[in-house]
């Protein structure tokens, strides 16, 4: 089945750095969306992106839904502990059995 | 309001056996979900439905059987477990849009 290609695969910093990952496709998608899974749990919805070029903020995360409606993109700012998590992204499709596509993940790490 | 919840949290089968996964939701959402995730594969769609009343296959449904006699719930079956299932399972619902789908905690699941 399709699924999305997220880079990078996992990422280590140090606390206060910025992170960035992105999500792409070889088709397009209606919508983007970004989750966070901590240890042991579901995801969580962070952002929902709807319109090619959208740019969203929730707090220190950014995301924005790319032009060509084929990417997206995650930024952190200034990191803490609690971000530490699986960040994955997601693409909605209005047609087709599998509406929702997930990328394969963003494993966060943070060193103190 | 709990969200989304499962049972079992965690479970142990012997290839062959059988069970059921239970998922219950108080949103009142239309859609549900299960979900498979795998090291390195995100999250994979086994089967959803749109209603109560009615399922349909996601992109891997082979070995599962699912059941939405009730609105708020959505049963996932395994009639003769494999090792091949072993994995966390994830149910999620939603309203009408299946963008925004919101997750329960997970059941893990070693078939040995």
């Known amino acids: 089945g399709q699924q999305l290609n997220q880079s990078p695969q996992s990422m280590f910093i140090q606390e206060g750095e910025d992170v960035s990952m992105n999500c792409t496709s070889s088709?397009?998608?209606?919508?983007w969306l970004w989750y966070k899974q901590d240890p042991g749990e579901g995801p969580v919805l962070l952002i929902a992106?709807?319109?090619?070029?959208e740019l969203t903020s929730n707090g220190r995360l950014t995301a924005q839904f790319g032009i060509t409606r084929k990417d997206s993109f995650l930024n952190i700012s200034a990191s803490i502990p609690s971000d530490v998590g699986i960040y994955f992204c997601?693409?909605?499709?209005?047609?087709?059995?599998?509406?929702?596509?997930f990328g394969q993940g963003t494993r966060l790490t943070i060193n103190p | 309001n709990a969200g989304v919840t499962q049972t079992p949290k965690f479970r142990v089968l012997k290839t062959g056996q059988s069970m059921t996964l239970l998922c219950a939701q108080d949103?009142?959402?239309?859609?549900m979900y299960w979900y498979r995730q795998d090291p390195g594969m995100g999250l994979r769609l086994i089967h959803y439905?749109?209603?109560?009343?009615?399922?349909a296959k996601g992109e891997v449904p082979d070995g599962y059987n699912v059941s939405r006699l009730k609105k708020q719930n959505f049963l996932l079956g395994l009639e003769s477990a494999a090792p091949s299932q072993t994995s966390v399972y994830f149910c999620?619902?939603?309203?009408?849009?299946?963008?925004?789908?919101?997750f329960g905690p997970g059941t893990r699941l070693l078939v040995l």
């Open positions: 999620a619902s939603s309203y009408v849009s299946q963008e925004t789908q919101y």
């Open positions: 992106l709807y319109k090619a070029g």
């Open positions: 088709s397009i998608f209606n919508t």
């Open positions: 997601a693409g909605h499709k209005r047609q087709g059995a599998q509406k929702l596509v």
């Open positions: 949103m009142n959402h239309e859609y």
């Open positions: 439905s749109v209603g109560e009343g009615t399922t």
